[in-house]
């Protein structure tokens, strides 16, 4: 259940260690079956949620989480496309029910921006079911250009266009730094 503002514990947007992947693996096993069709456009059971989180933090991607005491309650991904001629990130985000539309996708969405800048890449993409209605409106904030194939939403995002500089919402960030969120 989730806990009323005013009682909320502090949350914390962090890269996560490899020492997370278990919280990360309890994150994603927490998220429910439509939350996982959404977020992996199809059935997913627990053991191949062990197996990705696993991989996710042996080939290099970078996982950000929003922790809560012991306890990663959302997490954004980004993985490498490698099969692209100019360098290319995939981003993927998971926000548990109870913590949703709250903003937290978008602070994530913020700081994975960062870390793409970051690791040097030229765009971005984003995919969901063409159904998604929260992935959509949290693309489109970040100026993701959305084309539709049969049943699925691709995103694009070009980074040459993204903050830091001048960005309101890169000014209170920075990527080696933690962003505090006092109440979740
Ligand atoms: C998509 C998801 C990450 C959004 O997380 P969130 O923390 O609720 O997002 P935010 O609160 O930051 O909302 C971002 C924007 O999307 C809008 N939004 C959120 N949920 C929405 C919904 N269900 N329908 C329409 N708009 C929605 C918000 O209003 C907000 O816009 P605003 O800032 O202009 O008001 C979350 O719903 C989720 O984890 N879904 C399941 C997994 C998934 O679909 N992953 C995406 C595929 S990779």
Request: charged share 25%; glycine share 10%; proline share 5%.
């Amino acid at each position: 259940m989730p806990l009323p503002p005013q009682d909320a514990p502090a949350g914390l947007i962090r890269q996560l260690r490899p020492s997370d992947a278990p919280r990360f693996r309890d994150h994603l096993q927490r998220l429910d079956a439509t939350a996982r069709h959404d977020r992996f456009n199809g059935g997913i059971d627990d053991g191949f949620l062990e197996r990705y989180a696993e991989r996710c933090f042996g080939d290099g991607t970078t996982v950000i989480g929003c922790v809560i005491g012991d306890r990663v309650v959302a997490a954004a991904e980004l993985h490498e496309r490698p099969e692209f001629e100019c360098p290319t990130g995939e981003a993927a985000f998971s926000v548990e029910h109870a913590h949703r539309r709250r903003g937290l996708g978008s602070r994530l969405f913020e700081r994975l921006l960062l870390h793409a800048r970051a690791l040097g890449y030229d765009r971005l993409l984003v995919t969901t079911h063409a159904d998604n209605g929260a992935m959509k409106a949290l693309a489109r904030k970040y100026d993701a250009q959305l084309e539709f194939d049969v049943g699925e939403a691709h995103g694009i995002i070009e980074l040459a266009g993204v903050g830091p500089a001048g960005s309101a919402w890169a000014s209170d960030h920075a990527v080696d730094g933690l962003a505090e969120l006092p109440h979740l």
